[in-house]
């Protein structure tokens, strides 16, 4: 089944006319969002990476400091 998530508003302005996606509000409700089991472990997987990061940004002396040692 195909979800549809938003809709389009058009606008005129200065003569042109443009488009703006509007996003229907989260979750989705129709139909609702299942996070089956592959899904589960990527998000789980995702959350402890965030956790991990954040705590290692917490003890370096600044987040430059610290993107410096990634980029270089």
């Known amino acids: ?11 005129t302005i200065a003569g042109e006319k443009i488009q703006a996606f509007i996003p229907y509000p989260l979750p989705p409700q ?25 705590q290692a940004a917490s003890i370096v002396p600044s987040v430059e400091w610290f993107l410096y040692g990634f980029c270089s």
């Open 30 to 54: 129709n139909p609702t969002l299942r996070i089956e089991e592959k899904l589960d472990k990527l998000h789980n997987d995702t959350i402890s990476a965030i956790k991990q990061l954040s």
């Open 1 to 11: 089944m195909t979800r549809k998530t938003g809709t389009y508003k058009t606008t």
